[in-house]
């Protein structure tokens, strides 16, 4: 008998694999006549509205302004029209609930029309409102079940759109979702109210500069995502990739990413196709997509769109999330967007390109011409210096969770401390105003620093060399965070850094105002409070190797929180100083954070308890047999060859004896220590003893597997190896 039959079926199935018929090709659909088709766009408002209502409309979304209630019913009829023309049946509300999830729960337009037909209906209030019932999202406590009803709230500033399925399409509007009590229950809510703060505290810095615009300052986000791609059948045959998106098992390839032929190698045809199909559907939804190509681990993608405003860059991205995963079916494949879905290579992540600024100022975060410009620029910098140095653990609290921890502080992503990069240039400039208004630089000579007038030395576009192990880099007109995971939402990222800023430039603000009012020169009011920055912050300054021993023990001497895992991160969501952030700001009040802590280490726990589960049922039931089969021939052969006299050498015997041991013993182990943690009471301590306890046992029995499977016959060995799952496509 075979024990690996699935395994074999998968090889199969893909050497026997043929491309379907194509769909479409782009030479005879180019991607100008598709892309924005299914949005309720600001044209297809603008064509449809009453001019007045479009104003109206379109006031609220550029400006930010209140929406006037009245010209709901009027927009819900026209864009009703519009979703139907295009074959809806029915709408939804899409939100986002704390389980990092998309959500929506569909609801027909059609109503019967008392006489026995059926009219199409779809109100002002059904557009503006909905009650889904989500009595089953996490709340953390925060609503009770028997007041269950949440509502989803249209945010007017994320356009609508259509999805289409091959037996029809739905009008899905972007919504916030919160309690009848006002308390927020996803992540929409959180951002939104960050937007305007940001907003606020970034236009009192630029009114001081006499810079005065027509447009909010919002914050962008280009999101790069990165996603692997293996065969589908693979994905069945190994429960641990189909159940928890990474393998549990599997010994390292003879070959991995140690040549560097994968990073912007040419696309498989398989692949490409796949990615082109990916990039049609996101064009109709109108997200800009720009870059595609191979990553550096066998296997491993990436795509990029084009920066957006924030929420709408989100919003786009999740959309590309369920994107990936729709059309990687339809080629037989599989998107892995897990943060580690394999040992030993690299894992994906999600860099967060963020910018604040407009239309008419462009980026603030860019050097600029004009001495004037410069000062500016470097006013939002130092606020950038100084946000980070002291909200970095909050940031790391945003990108914490289970699947992350594989990744962060691994020798491929940014460390779990968060620091700052700036590149030599501007560090240079940034140190030149700790010495004062004056310095002497060799080569350069005598140079002045002073802001604003005389001869700030020309400030970088592009910092140069690229740093990639930097949590946060400087890179010419943005800062790239680079610590996100692959499956996470930015949400709560961007909203993090919105805050951070508003902080810091609202301090900027006070600062100089108070320096104005002593009769301080504006010029002079700046610089100190640059040099205030320089002198208390530069420790989040770092250009070097992050992911060097000597920069761990170089950030704790600059007292910089080295927050390793998601039980130790997550805690710095109520830390009282980042309490007095959000509700100072209007963002999230104490129970707000504390429910949102909870859920995320309860979530932590359930992914932690799953795989454990996973590991000792694979173990017990594929692998452990597969090694018992082996020392049964092996003993056979002993007893044979004794039997005629031979020596029988049983190093190998002894050697897979002592790992199907080793393999029990762990086994065993684990699940005890999972009887333990169950016992515990508090999410905390739980979470703690995953971290702690449970993920070593997981990993001593990964070690004996991964021994195992380098001495098992293969034909004995039942779960794909990373091999066949990495370079066969
Ligand atoms: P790289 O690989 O060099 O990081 P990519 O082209 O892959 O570059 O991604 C860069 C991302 O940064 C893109 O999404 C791009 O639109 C975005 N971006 C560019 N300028 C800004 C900006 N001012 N603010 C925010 N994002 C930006
Ligand atoms: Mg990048």
Request: glycine share 6%; with cysteine; net charge negative.
């Amino acid at each position: 008998m075979n024990s690996n039959s699935a395994r074999r079926a998968a090889i199969q199935a893909i050497t026997t694999y043929k491309a379907g018929n194509p769909s479409f090709n782009f030479s005879e659909t180019s991607p100008a006549d598709i892309f924005g088709r299914n949005v309720f766009s600001d044209r297809v408002m603008r064509e449809r509205l009453p001019k007045a209502v479009y104003h109206s409309l379109h006031k609220t979304i550029t400006l930010g302004e209140r929406m006037d209630p009245s010209i709901a019913d009027t927009v819900a009829a026209v864009m009703k029209d519009w979703a139907i023309e295009k074959g809806a049946t029915h709408f939804t509300h899409v939100f986002y609930p704390l389980t990092g999830q998309t959500a929506e729960k569909h609801d027909s337009f059609i109503m019967p029309d008392g006489r026995g037909g059926v009219i199409a209906e779809f109100s002002g209030s059904m557009l503006i409102r909905g009650e889904p019932d989500a009595s089953s999202f996490p709340s953390g406590g925060l609503r009770s079940t028997f007041e269950a009803r949440g509502y989803t709230a249209w945010d007017v500033t994320s356009p609508a759109y259509i999805m289409e399925n091959p037996n029809g399409t739905f009008l899905c509007i972007p919504t916030m979702f919160l309690s009848w009590t006002g308390v927020a229950l996803d992540k929409k809510t959180p951002l939104l109210r960050s937007g305007q703060a940001v907003n606020r505290e970034a236009q009192r810095v630029l009114a001081l500069f006499n810079v005065h615009t027509d447009l909010p300052i919002v914050s962008y986000a280009g999101l790069e995502q990165e996603y692997f791609l293996v065969d589908h059948n693979f994905n069945f045959a190994r429960p641990d990739l189909q159940i928890a998106g990474r393998t549990l098992f599997g010994a390292r390839p003879a070959k991995g990413q140690e040549f560097s032929d994968q990073y912007f190698g040419v696309i498989p045809q398989r692949v490409l196709s796949c990615m082109m199909e990916v990039e049609r559907e996101l064009y109709k939804l109108a997200v800009p997509v720009r870059t595609r190509h191979n990553e550096v681990a066998p296997s491993q993608y990436e795509i990029a769109p084009l920066f957006e405003p924030s929420n709408l860059a989100i919003d786009h991205n999740h959309l590309i999330m369920a994107t990936l995963r729709n059309v990687a079916k339809r080629y037989g494949l599989k998107c892995l967007l897990h943060e580690k879905p394999f040992a030993g290579i690299n894992g994906s992540g999600k860099h967060v390109n963020y910018s604040l600024g407009n239309a008419e100022l462009g980026s603030l975060f860019d050097p600029g011409e004009t001495p004037h410009s410069n000062a500016k620029f470097l006013v939002f910098c130092a606020a950038m210096i100084r946000a980070v140095h002291k909200y970095g653990g909050l940031l790391r609290a945003t990108v914490a969770s289970a699947s992350n921890d594989h990744r962060l502080g691994a020798h491929e992503a940014p460390p779990a401390i968060m620091s700052i990069f700036l590149g030599d240039q501007l560090t240079e400039v940034f140190e030149a105003f700790r010495a004062g208004r004056t310095e002497d630089r060799g080569e350069t000579g005598r140079r002045r620093i002073n802001v604003g007038v005389e001869t700030l030395p020309p400030l970088p576009t592009d910092p140069g060399d690229r740093n990639r192990t930097s949590p946060m880099a400087f890179t010419g007109n943005r800062f790239e965070f680079r610590a996100l995971g692959s499956s996470q939402s930015a949400a709560s990222s961007v909203t993090a850094l919105n805050v951070m800023m508003a902080d810091s430039l609202g301090f900027a603000a006070d600062w100089i105002e108070r320096e104005l009012s002593n009769a301080t020169p504006f010029n002079e009011a700046v610089q100190s409070f640059i040099r205030h920055v320089i002198e208390e912050h530069s420790a989040v300054i770092f250009n070097g190797d992050g992911y060097s021993d000597v920069w761990h023990r170089e950030a704790r001497r600059r007292g910089l929180p080295d927050l390793k895992n998601t039980p130790e991160a997550l805690p710095v969501l109520v830390r009282p100083d980042v309490v007095e952030l959000y509700e100072r700001y209007g963002i999230l009040k104490k129970a707000e954070l504390t429910a949102r802590r909870d859920i995320y280490l309860d979530q932590y726990c359930k992914t932690v308890r799953t795989e454990a589960h996973l590991v000792i049922r694979l173990a017990r039931t594929v692998i452990f047999p597969a090694g018992m089969r082996y020392q049964g021939e092996l003993a056979h052969t002993a007893a044979q060859m004794a039997a005629i006299g031979l020596e029988s050498r049983v190093t190998t015997l002894d050697e897979v004896t002592g790992y199907v041991r080793l393999l029990q013993d762990a086994v065993l182990e684990l699940e005890k220590a999972i009887a333990s943690c169950d016992a515990l009471q508090e999410t905390e301590e739980k979470a703690a003893f995953y971290c702690q306890e449970i993920l070593p046992l997981m990993q001593k029995a990964r070690d004996a597997a991964d021994a195992l499977e380098t001495r098992v016959p293969d034909d004995l060995w039942a779960l794909p190896n990373y091999e066949e799952i990495l370079f066969d496509k």
